[in-house]
């Protein structure tokens, strides 16, 4: 015998979850109790609904898709925040919520946790905005068929889906689910226009001799990676990298030129892109952070655009195709062309040796990314927070098999502490090292009390440099300055009496050598490493960002 809510927890498990994040509250606690049955998935507890959402998100980038279950209004309206977040960075997270009483649509009653109004669907109309598809459960005839509607779409589309249930629904009986490859299998691609579109695209790379790949971050979601990296050996030439795709090509790929991010580059980057006579801009995503404040924006005829499900370029424009089948057939189909190669080879230079600091001079932030290097291994995930931490994130080099984590599209700082959490739970194999800015942490710092409750061995480097330094760069003023913590004391704090979490400070190299050892060593919780630095220790990079992306908020209405 099923209910609604059984059937859902079996749904969620047949997508491959083992864990969903909940915050309990007294609309969803029948729906808990359903979920609770099914013992192939682990409920796991969230300290804020914010979290929850955010804690779902990190969970999808290490399984492919999360859940999070929360109460109505006051709880999914803090979560929806955090679905935008998944919806902007291309994550099927499925959002549940439990709702009032369906008899009580049909009455005048006033319910708490609303507006104190009779209107009991603008959390549903929200959730419309935020997601690919959202659906109120009320009926329980009606609920198989609304649930495997939203988690099929949400795995289509690589994007949230949101399940309002009736908290008198949540128990009642329902049919069994079906066979699950009804709702991940996807339509095929339109097998004329796929042929349609390769042999416009490799007539297009004929009359190419400098032809460069840029790989953008819906690469991932449109499960094309392995077939970006066969064009890329097919044709023979550079392949740069934009800063939120770090990680979905190979670094140690020979052909591998470095993160194209306009005038912050790194080294020989922007070059290359430049020298090219064609882009192909795969899976790629514009915006006045990527292109470092419309700066830095590939366009014109010898710019190929290939995104999920389109491609355009030139004059043609293809849809009904899926990426990965368009770079796997158009690699069988292009020869080499591998002048930006010989280019690179030109303009490269060697890393310049880097020397440790003495021990006991006072940190600075190039020494404490020094010494973060050697943690980064073939089982590392680094999950950098907005701010200048995208910028120490991108300065460590990915062996093959390490990962790269940040939410550039959304930028919503605090993101971090609770997307470790929910990524480390869903790839417990892996090594988590998280980046995170004193004044991102503050905004999510609770959910380290549940690292310390589910004994997860995060590594977190907070840098301490009293204030939003990325606001500092854009735009300063009193209102980017924080109220300083004893952000290493509040693991005392967070392990009460049987938490395993361990905080320290570093003052300088050695003293951060010595904090590493001991995270390295502490396998029963996180562990939290305040980095003391300089209000002004920064990267040139993020300077240079900032002014640029300051320049575009900056410019005067067009006149009317």
Not at 371 to 377: A, D, E, K, M
Not at 405 to 428: D, K, R
Request: charge should be negative; include cysteine; charged fraction near 20%.
């Amino acid at each position: 015998m099923y209910t609604v809510g059984t059937y859902l927890a079996e749904r969620l498990s047949q997508i491959g979850l083992k864990h969903h994040f909940v915050v309990a509250g007294d609309y969803n606690l029948v729906l808990l109790d359903q979920l609770l049955t099914n013992k192939s998935m682990e409920q796991i507890y969230c300290s804020n609904e914010l979290n929850c959402g955010f804690s779902a998100e990190g969970y999808a980038r290490a399984q492919g898709a999360g859940a999070a279950v929360v109460t109505f209004s006051v709880g999914a309206l803090s979560a929806l925040n955090a679905i935008g977040g998944a919806y902007a960075e291309n994550l099927p997270v499925i959002l549940i919520s439990g709702t009032p009483n369906s008899n009580d649509r049909a009455t005048e009653h006033l319910l708490h946790h609303t507006l104190g109004t009779h209107d009991f669907l603008y959390q549903l109309e929200i959730a419309k905005k935020l997601t690919c598809a959202a659906v109120s459960i009320t009926s329980v005839l009606d609920a198989p068929a609304q649930i495997d509607h939203a988690i099929c779409t949400a795995l289509r589309e690589k994007k949230p889906a949101y399940i309002g249930i009736a908290c008198n629904i949540a128990a009642m009986p329902c049919a069994a689910p079906g066979p699950i490859s009804a709702l991940i299998s996807e339509d095929p691609s339109d097998s004329k226009t796929l042929t349609a579109a390769v042999t416009a695209a490799a007539e297009f790379l004929k009359c190419k001799e400098k032809p460069v790949l840029l790989i953008g971050s819906k690469l991932r979601a449109a499960g094309a990676e392995k077939e970006a990296v066969a064009l890329a050996e097919a044709l023979g030439c550079s392949v740069a990298v934009m800063a939120a795709a770090k990680g979905f090509f190979p670094e140690e790929h020979p052909q591998y030129v470095g993160i194209y991010w306009g005038e912050i580059s790194t080294h020989g980057a922007q070059a290359i892109v430049d020298w090219s006579d064609s882009v192909i801009c795969i899976g790629a995503l514009f915006n006045d952070y990527s292109t470092v404040g419309w700066t830095a924006t590939p366009h014109g005829p010898s710019v190929m655009l290939a995104d999920p499900s389109h491609v355009s370029f030139s004059g043609h424009d293809f849809g009904r195709i899926h990426l990965r089948d368009f770079l796997s057939a158009l690699a069988k189909n292009v020869s080499k062309r591998d002048a930006t190669m010989v280019e690179y080879a030109r303009i490269r230079t060697k890393q310049a040796p880097e020397h440790p600091a003495e021990p006991k001079v006072k940190l600075m932030r190039a020494e404490m990314v020094r010494q973060i290097r050697p943690l980064v291994t073939a089982s590392t995930t680094v999950i950098a927070e907005t701010g200048d931490s995208w910028f120490n994130g991108i300065a460590l080099a990915l062996p093959e098999g390490a990962r790269f984590e940040v939410e550039m599209q959304w930028g919503h700082i605090g993101w971090s502490v609770p997307a470790s959490f929910g990524y480390a739970l869903g790839a417990p194999d892996r090594r988590v090292v998280a980046l995170i800015g004193d004044g991102a942490f503050q905004l999510t710092a609770q959910e380290v009390a549940q690292m310390i409750r589910q004994k997860l061995p995060v590594i977190i480097f907070l840098m301490n440099n009293r204030g939003y330094t990325i606001e500092v760069e854009i735009h300063d003023g009193p209102y980017n300055n924080v109220k300083n913590w004893d952000y290493a004391g509040l693991m005392k704090v967070f392990n009460a009496e049987d938490g395993q979490g361990l905080g320290f400070r570093a003052h300088n190299g050695g003293e951060l050598a010595t904090a590493i050892k001991k995270a390295l060593a502490n396998h029963k919780g996180p562990t939290l490493i305040e980095c003391m630095l300089d209000r002004d220790d920064c990267t040139p990079e993020l300077i240079s960002w900032g002014r640029l992306v300051a320049a575009a908020n900056g410019r005067a209405p067009a006149p009317r």
